[in-house]
């Protein structure tokens, strides 16, 4: 009888700048890497065979970076076909998308918020269903930074928990972006918490922002994580129990021993979680 999978617990961005340093890795060192198919797609050559490689030794979870769910320009149907043919040629049982824009008349390179208001819910819910049907499996919309919020109608964690009831999808939590989300627009990560879903938290990420002069906090994923986030991580914990949790890192990368002991502060607060009592029951959307 084949032995069933190792469960992903706490994983680390596959980077191309990383790529000798995870080969080299010992198999214990992550439960799992995260890739953007996006960025891997028809890849050949060396990368594409150091991909493969790293592959066959750890599980695969993904996140998509092009999609722009939130846009007003049709969904593309090629990248949807290629990303589903790319995760199930490595069996990828997690896959994860932004909730924001990132294409008008042509890719912006950057995520955009979507507007707050009840016409977006039903037109960024729309597309994540098209998008579910097209790729043959559930997905998670992960939460953005934002620095502007234009139109909102509604509240930050509203607007998420409507989108998640009417496309019918799960949510990556991302610690930080809520954490920099908090600071700059003035509200409190702990409420924004006890008002998510448990049921529908796929997974966490967690990273490292830039603290500007002026008093903004800044999502950057190249630092390391900062205390406040750790803190939140365990909280989110406590409420929801474990969940996969990513460390992202995407710049300014230190040497991969650095970056394992940050993934192995992420399974130390997995396992006083286990050991702690029941979590609190969330409410449902």
Known sequence: MTAPPAPIRAGLGLRRALLPQLAAMDDGAVDFLECAPDNWIGVGGRAGAALAQLASRFPLTCHGLSLSLGGSAPLDVDLLRRTRDFLDRHNVALY?????????????????PIPFTDEAVG??????RRAQDALGRRIA?????YYAAPHQALAEIDFILAVLAEADC???????????????HGYDTRAFLARLPAARIASL???????DASGLKIDTHGAPVRDEAWQLLAEA????????TLLERDFGFPPLSELLAEVERIRALQTGAESAPEPAEAAHV
């Not at 994860?96 to 955009?112: A, M």
């Open 96 to 112: 994860s998308e932004h909730l924001s824009y990132c294409s008008d008349d042509g890719h912006l390179y950057d995520l955009l």
């Open 141 to 145: 919309v992960e939460n953005v930074s």
């Open 170 to 184: 799960d949510l990556l939590l991302d610690v930080n972006n809520l954490h920099v989300n908090a600071h700059n």
């Open 237 to 244: 914990y406590a409420r929801f129990g474990v969940r996969p």
């Open 205 to 211: 990420h967690i990273a490292g922002h830039y603290d």
């Open 123 to 128: 037109h960024v819910a729309a597309r994540i």
